[in-house]
């Protein structure tokens, strides 16, 4: 079966496909912007995809869920020192100025780590995003293998991206030596 998608203002066509991922069916992505290559993912992953979405198609922004409206959004602030304005989309200013305001919080959450999963899907280089989902997963103790499988996803697609890598390494470090 097919199911179209819209994630960050692109279509997506989804396939669900009987390949496993450690038992677990798996989605195949395909054809958009954010994923130029085929994905397969396996379904659980779907939850962090539908956190990128509203119902209606169209990018869902935190300045519109009501389970953010308790953090005040801190915008980025250059002080006018920039040679060349970068045009940022409005869903990257919007999930990034939420970003700042729960690192100034250092707010260590399950709404924080969707967070980040949306933010290092906008830019895996994100080494601020990384070390930060470090410290929230201590702190929640996330499943390692949900984990391994986000990254995965992500170092298939970046496979010569530094921190994503490092990521891996540091957070196998932590599970097996808080265990």
């Not at 912007?33 to 979405?53: E, I």
């Not at 201590?138 to 992500?154: C, P, T």
Request: charged fraction near 20%; charge should be negative; proline fraction near 3%.
């Amino acid at each position: 079966t097919e199911a179209n998608l819209f994630l960050q203002g692109h279509l997506c066509v989804i396939f669900f496909c009987e390949r496993l991922i450690q038992g677990e069916r798996c989605l195949q992505i395909r054809g958009c912007g954010v994923f130029p290559r085929c994905l397969v993912l396996p379904l659980s992953f779907l939850l962090t995809l539908l956190v990128l979405m509203s119902t209606c198609g169209k990018h869902l922004f935190y300045r519109d869920r009501k389970e953010w409206n308790d953090i005040t959004p801190v915008p980025q602030d250059d002080n006018g020192r920039h040679i060349v304005n970068i045009a940022y989309s409005e869903e990257f200013v919007d999930a990034h100025d939420y970003f700042r305001a729960v690192l100034l919080k250092n707010e260590l959450s399950e709404r924080t780590f969707s967070l980040t999963s949306e933010i290092l899907l906008m830019n895996p280089a994100n080494y601020t995003a990384w070390e930060y989902r470090r410290r929230i997963i201590k702190e929640i103790s996330s499943d390692l293998n949900a984990e391994l499988r986000f990254v995965g996803s992500l170092i298939e697609e970046y496979s010569k991206n530094y921190q994503v890598s490092d990521y891996i390494y540091i957070y196998i470090y932590i599970y097996i030596y808080s265990t």
